[in-house]
């Protein structure tokens, strides 16, 4: 016994050396992706040999086997992956009835583990194999690529042919691109995702995994040169196969190696380390070589480490995704040969054929012969009834013809009137420009587009890449033009119904932010570039100054909505003179929806879209030559509130013990259905504290009675997402501070606040406030925020110390500088406090505290969260604003705070 624990130690002692050995050797060959398949398939090797001495040890006999199976079948093995083994038993023979086999078994596998090999083990007779086979096709795929480790080869052999009898290749394909299919849904249908699997996200190494594994069912090659062989790729396909694979492999390994264990996502907190293993550090990048190597113009900005291994990671996924596109189709159309004949082949022009409803070209070299014919491919793709995608020879041509896309073709006048009326047509413009990304005829025709493509964003909201945002935002305006889409934004839909020219959207799309990480102010620079392409391209003046517009100005919008009082005049004539006429004001709403949108599923809210229709009705009235006037618009309110309270049965004048208390302001930024409820709920509760306080009678059971306590009421908000909540109370310094914190510890986000202080000195403020679920029994949500944020309210005494809120990962990994900047407004009556920050629980609450510090009173709150960065804009006033050294004070404190 001693000496077999001896001899297990040895063993252990002996793999792990020469596993760390190998792992060193994948460590510090920097970025460079020679051997790396050799040392992977060393790694097989080295478990190849401890299972036969551990599988010698156990002593099984002549008829049993031991299979390497999965991805250890494929004979290589990355430093944490799992080491799936199939052990082989002799038909009729089973652990249930076989103590001493199920003894052996057992000490086996035990020794596996001791021995430090993570081992994933099945136990199986060669009939028991072909019937899970059949059954079950993730088993299929994993017998697929079984390998003899040691045992009986004639077994081996036997169940090799056996699983080939029951192989039937065409299900087998139809069932992996079915899967395929559903595992890019999963990971959003691109390889461009900000955290992705090297593995398995579009255009991970399981791509390539799942050509090999339908060509092997069908016969038709075992690896990358047997298909050359067989015609299905071309040698320098199976070249750019064999380079992006062996990077995305090095990636994969270098994950497993940093993170200790099996990782295959490139998550924000590892893709730093990944880069400074490839040797990549934060500088400007190097110009770019040719073909597929992206493009690195001289006035771009350094990057961080990590963003040069990212571009290099979405630049090989992409080349995996459009040769996985290719080779599959080659397959496809090799399996179904004999059904498809000749008869399937319909003429579209002399070019191009229709091929069982894929676009075919005449020829293969029909691209370097007639160039014209690259846009020609995707116009027919959009106009032509039954294309639904490009065949595998006419990917192959657009592949091979990426050197001719230069200079001389973008500039080709054929070309240019092809490309805008792809623009220019009715439909199928998402999905053809979808398409040019996929085959890089995009990025090749506009050759500052190739810019920007695989290009990260760290500002904490985005979470594509620049080119799939672009794509996402031109997706995003055409659905304002589909019928079928116009339940998601009908209001959007119904300005888009009478435009008359949806593809002046499209080119704005395209450019908006064509000119991000180029340094300087990527909207002037994208107005740039989009004036030179429609000079080029022929495009009408009018059309041409409405498009400019829309890129120079596509982040003003949303700006003012989200940051400046609405109901101040000023603004709203500021903006409407800005954008100068409807037409422009229409245009620049249906981008700035779209844009938000497609920035992350998380940023876009109800309470967004209500600021951004705000806006767009306000200018509209003033573009219409109706100058805002505070009296008419106050009074028109008032009316419209009173005769929602006539409806409640409000006893006549009720209304005037409030309203007289109220100045201009608080009309002017409450809309008429907050006024009449405010007005509801506070009347009878004032008449309650007035009868209490001067002592004419009790109040009734169950109400307040004190005339100092806080009255805090709240409903569903009318906008349909969270709660609209209402406070009044005394007023205090820290009040803000206070209802900051109560909802900050009860999990609620707060989006807008609405401070407004009567004439009798008391509060009344209104929140709009979220919270990570809105529960279906939320009459009990709101009776626990109107009960205990009163209690908060009333308990007076010393501010809370704020909580060490906790920073997500990317926050970390991407923190960004937090900037805080306090002006006089343009009166010159009450100070902007505008802060920027990483996101973090408690962040307002902190900002408040300091504020309430030194007396500062907030009367307006625009809290604006972007994925995970803040961007808060406070209207505020007190006495220390008017002292420069205080003013100083306050800004480094706040500075502090937001650093956390």
Not at 126 to 155: K, N, P
Not at 272 to 285: D, L, M, R
Not at 320 to 346: F, K, P, W, Y
Not at 392 to 420: E, H, K, Q, S, W
Request: hydrophobic share 40%; charged share 25%.
């Amino acid at each position: 016994m001693g000496e077999a624990a001896g001899e297990l130690g040895a063993l252990r002692q002996r793999y792990r050396q020469d596993k760390t050995t190998l792992f060193t050797q994948l460590g510090e060959q920097g970025s460079s992706t020679r051997g790396v398949r050799r040392t992977l398939q060393q790694l097989a090797r080295l478990t190849d040999d401890t299972l036969r001495q551990l599988w010698t040890n156990a002593g099984f006999g002549a008829g049993f086997s031991l299979l390497a199976v999965g991805g250890y079948g494929r004979g290589e093995l990355f430093p944490n992956s799992d080491v799936d083994v199939l052990v082989l038993l002799p038909d009729g023979a089973t652990p249930d009835g076989d103590e001493a086999l199920k003894a052996r078994l057992e000490s086996f596998i035990g020794a596996c583990w001791d021995v430090g090999l993570e081992i994933g083990s099945s136990v199986r007779t060669a009939s028991e194999c072909v019937e899970e086979a059949e059954r079950d096709v993730t088993v299929q795929t994993s017998l697929l690529e079984c390998r003899l480790i040691v045992g009986s080869r004639a077994q081996f052999t036997g169940l090799v042919r056996r699983l080939g009898e029951v192989m039937d290749p065409k299900a087998f394909f139809v069932a992996k691109t079915l899967e395929m299919r559903q595992r890019h849904t999963k990971y959003e249908n691109t390889p461009y995702s900000l955290e992705p699997n090297c593995k398995e996200s579009p255009g991970g190494l399981r791509d390539l995994q799942v050509v090999l594994w339908v060509a092997k069912a069908a016969g038709l090659g075992r690896s990358w040169d047997e298909l050359a062989r067989r015609g299905l790729a071309t040698p320098l396909e199976v070249r750019q196969i064999k380079a992006n694979e062996a990077l995305l492999s090095l990636i994969r390994a270098r994950l497993h190696l940093l993170a200790h264990r099996r990782e295959d996502r490139l998550v924000f907190d590892l893709q730093t380390a990944v880069a400074e293993s490839f040797g990549y550090k934060a500088q400007a990048p190097a110009p770019a070589g040719p073909h597929e190597q992206p493009p690195a113009p001289t006035t771009r900005l350094a990057r961080r480490a990590s963003e040069e291994l990212m571009r290099r990671y979405y630049w090989a996924a992409k080349a995996v995704t459009q040769l996985n596109q290719i080779l599959l189709l080659n397959i496809e159309e090799r399996l179904n040969s004999d059904e498809c004949g000749a008869d399937q082949m319909r003429p579209i022009n002399e070019r191009f054929f229709d091929k069982a409803g894929m676009l075919e070209v005449a020829s293969d070299n029909l691209y370097i012969q007639q160039p014209h014919a690259i846009l020609e491919t995707f116009l027919l793709y959009q106009t032509t009834v039954g294309i639904k995608g490009l065949s595998a020879r006419t990917l192959r041509a657009l592949y091979n013809a990426r050197p001719i896309m230069n200079g001389a073709f973008r500039a080709d006048p054929v070309n240019r009137a092809t490309f805008l009326q792809i623009v220019q047509q009715p439909e199928g413009i998402t999905h053809a420009m979808r398409l040019m990304n996929q085959t890089s005829v995009l990025g090749r025709y506009l050759w500052v587009f190739r810019h920007i493509v695989g290009q990260m964003q760290h500002d904490l909201f985005h979470v594509y890449t620049v080119d799939q945002h672009i794509l996402m935002v031109l997706r995003n305006v055409r659905r304002f033009f589909i019928a079928e889409h116009s339940h998601e934004y009908p209001f959007c839909s119904q300005l888009a119904a009478g435009w008359d020219k949806p593809w002046i959207f499209y080119v704005a799309a395209l450019f908006h932010d064509i000119a991000k990480g180029r340094g300087g102010d990527h909207s002037e620079l994208g107005a740039r570039d989009v004036r030179s392409f429609c000079r080029q391209h022929g495009i009408a003046r009018e059309d041409a100054r409405l498009i400019e517009f829309l890129v120079s100005e596509h982040l003003t919008m949303s700006r003012i909505a989200q940051k400046e009082d609405l109901s101040d005049p000023d603004v709203i004539g500021a903006f409407a003179q800005r954008v100068g006429n409807e037409r422009y004001l229409t245009a620049l709403y249906l981008l700035t929806v779209a844009d938000i949108r497609g920035t992350s599923p998380k940023v876009w809210n109800a309470w967004k879209g209500k600021l951004l229709e705000d806006l767009y009705r306000y200018t509209l009235r003033a573009l219409g030559g109706r100058a805002p006037d505070p009296d008419a618009v106050v009074e028109a309110r008032k009316r419209e509130a009173l005769s929602m309270l006539a409806l409640h049965a409000l006893p006549h004048q009720a209304h005037k013990t409030l309203w007289d208390t109220l100045d201009v302001g608080y009309f002017m930024r409450h809309q008429a259905d907050e006024i009449a409820w405010h007005t509801r709920v506070l009347t009878r509760q004032l008449a309650i504290n007035a009868r209490s306080g001067s002592g004419v009678a009790p109040a009734p059971a169950g109400e307040a009675s004190a005339p100092d306590a806080a009255i805090v009421r709240a409903r569903l908000s009318p906008e349909g997402e969270g709660l609209q909540v209402l406070v009044y109370s005394p007023d205090q310094n820290d009040l803000f501070a206070r209802i900051c914190g109560y909802f900050d510890n009860a999990g609620f986000s707060i989006l807008d606040a609405r401070i407004h202080t009567t004439m009798t000195g008391h509060a009344l403020d209104t929140f709009q406030v979220v919270a990570p679920t809105l529960s279906d029994h939320y009459r009990e949500l709101i009776a626990m925020v109107e009960n205990k944020l009163a209690s908060t309210i009333d308990a007076r005494g010393p501010l809370p110390p704020p909580s060490k809120g906790r920073l997500s990962r990317r926050v970390k990994s991407f923190p960004i500088t937090p900037r805080v900047d306090l002006r006089p407004d343009e009166k010159a009556q009450r100070w902007l406090l505008s802060i920027s920050a990483s996101d973090r629980a408690g962040l307002l609450y902190c900002i408040s505290r300091v504020l309430a510090q030194h007396q500062i009173s907030v009367q307006l709150a625009k809290v604006s969260t972007l994925g995970e960065r803040v961007e808060d804009t406070f209207l505020i006033s007190g006495p220390e604003l008017q002292v420069n050294k205080r003013q100083i004070q306050i800004e480094t404190e706040l500075l502090e705070t937001l650093e956390g």
